[in-house]
């Protein structure tokens, strides 16, 4: 039960941050929908040991023009840089840019 409440606790913590980026960044360079919700089929490959979905790594691509603005907000850079971050990332073949 103690495992299964962290895991809840810790989606919650991840749900609260994805929000908080989509405020503060809605359209950006290019014109790119920067809406880190849209990015909701990551979560289980973030919060676990699963692989990202295809639909993950879609998403992600789509919003690449959006990844400067993410990484320049301390807790969505937190998540991107997580060891599941950076699997995320190499599974789906993108790579940090350099902002």
């Known amino acids: ?6 895991s809840f606790v810790a989606w919650c913590a991840v749900v609260m941050v994805v ?3 989509a405020a503060e960044a809605q359209e950006t360079a290019a014109g790119a929908n920067c809406n880190p919700m849209e990015l909701a089929p990551c979560l289980g490959a973030i919060m676990g040991p699963d692989n990202p979905a295809p639909e993950c790594c879609q998403k992600l691509k789509e919003q690449v023009p959006c990844f400067c603005n993410y990484l320049k907000d301390p807790r969505a850079g937190q998540i991107i840089d997580s060891p599941n971050g950076k699997k995320i990332a190499a599974v789906c073949g993108l790579q940090r840019p350099s902002c």
Not at 1 to 6: C, D, L, N, P, S
């Open 1 to 6: 039960m103690k495992g299964g409440v962290a």
């Open 19 to 21: 929000a908080l980026v």
